[in-house]
């Protein structure tokens, strides 16, 4: 059974970091997809960043690019997202996702179907 734990939400100002962190178990790490996505109120989800694991390569929206990094420890089954110069707009529940092969959501190449339990970021202006 896949599992994917999210961790490192909070509160910030307007400029600040955070980072977050998805836990992965249950299924073949090394070669799928990870991401994030984030849900603000009354709006849809919304695919954040992807990172391939096998390889490391990563891939952004373009609202957080240059903002968001995403990285692996392949070791603990676990991917960071850095979130940098956060904006009001970033607030959101924040979901990390992995790769499916029935999974429907589809985003930047990778087709996504298990689901973490979400992390909340505020950020104050």
């Known amino acids: 059974q896949v599992q994917l734990v999210e961790s490192g939400g909070g509160s910030v100002q307007a400029g600040g970091s955070l980072r977050l962190s998805c836990a992965a178990s249950g299924y073949t790490y090394s070669s799928s997809c990870m991401g994030w996505f984030r849900q603000a109120p009354g709006k849809e989800r919304e695919g954040v960043a992807v990172?391939?694991?096998?390889?490391?390569?990563?891939d952004y929206v373009s609202s957080v690019k240059g903002r968001f990094t995403l990285s692996q420890d392949n070791a603990k089954n676990t991917v960071y997202l850095q979130m940098n110069s956060l904006k009001p707009e970033d607030t959101a529940m924040y979901y990390c996702a992995s790769e499916e092969r029935y999974g429907s959501t589809w985003f930047l190449g990778c087709r996504f179907g298990y689901w973490g339990q979400g992390t909340q970021v505020t950020v104050s202006s």
């Open positions: 990172i391939y694991t096998g390889g490391g390569s990563t």
